[in-house]
T-cell receptor
Framework: GNSVTQMEGPVTLSEEAFLTINCTYT??????LFWYVQYPGEGLQLLLK?????DKGSNKGFEATYRKETTSFHLEKGSVQVSDSAVYFC?????????????FGTGTLLAVQP | DAGVIQSPRHEVTEMGQEVTLRCKPI?????LFWYRQTMMRGLELLIY????????DSGMPEDRFSAKMPNASFSTLKIQPSEPRDSAVYFC?????????FGEGSRLTVL
């Protein structure tokens, strides 16, 4: 079945460091890919998305490129801030059909220190 | 729009009691999802609805769990009887065009 695998956390970085959180997926068809972010005590929020191969999603300085050849959607940011501390979830929605069902990874906790 | 609204935000109850969690989705969204989040198992999809009809409840852990969506603006998740292992944060999410919008969650503690 479809699945998402992301790197285990926690990831601890100093402010202004470069961030990469790895995400790979297994899916049939052509899924859309997403990164969601969860700040402490809140629900998940969509951070960025990509709907087809080679698309790059970007938002708030974060980027991720849909790589079909490596089945990956790694999240990157050039310079993290303390306010980026949160849990990041990679997810996919099954391509085609009418369902909006998302399959989430286990989440990666990012802690940014001043 | 106010976003997805869940209530209660926190619930503490004793084992054996009935728990009802409530959700108001974003107006116009045609999908509604119930997720459970725990440290051990992460984010689990329990059930989802399309146009108020349950589509997939394979994630519902046991018969003690039930969910309803009587109309497009309201859904409930009920646990009866509750057990300590049901302690978790329960999220409701609604969507249109594959983007999910989550509520702030209901934190359930069963003693």
């Amino acid at each position: 079945g479809n699945s998402v695998t992301q790197m285990e956390g926690p990831v601890t970085l100093s402010e202004e460091a470069f961030l990469t959180i790895n995400c790979t997926y297994t899916a049939t068809g052509y899924p859309s890919l997403f990164w969601y972010v969860q700040y402490p005590g809140e629900g998940l929020q969509l951070l960025l998305k990509a709907t087809k191969a080679d698309d790059k999603g970007s938002n708030k300085g974060f980027e991720a490129t849909y790589r079909k050849e490596t089945t990956s959607f790694h999240l990157e940011k050039g310079s993290v801030q303390v306010s980026d501390s949160a849990v990041y979830f990679c997810a996919l929605s099954e391509g085609g059909g009418a369902t909006n069902k998302l399959i989430f990874g286990t989440g990666t906790l990012l802690a940014v220190q001043p | 729009d106010a976003g997805v609204i869940q209530s209660p935000r926190h619930e503490v109850t004793e084992m054996g009691q009935e728990v009802t969690l409530r959700c108001k989705p974003i107006s116009g969204h045609d999908y509604l999802f119930w997720y459970r989040q725990t440290m051990m198992r992460g984010l689990e999809l329990l059930i989802y609805f399309n146009n108020n009809v349950p589509i997939d409840d394979s994630g519902m852990p046991e018969d003690r769990f039930s969910a309803k969506m009587p109309n497009a603006s309201f859904s409930t998740l009920k646990i009866q009887p509750s057990e300590p292992r049901d302690s978790a944060v329960y999220f409701c999410a609604s969507s249109l065009a594959r983007e999910l919008f989550f509520g702030e969650g209901s934190r359930l503690t069963v003693l």
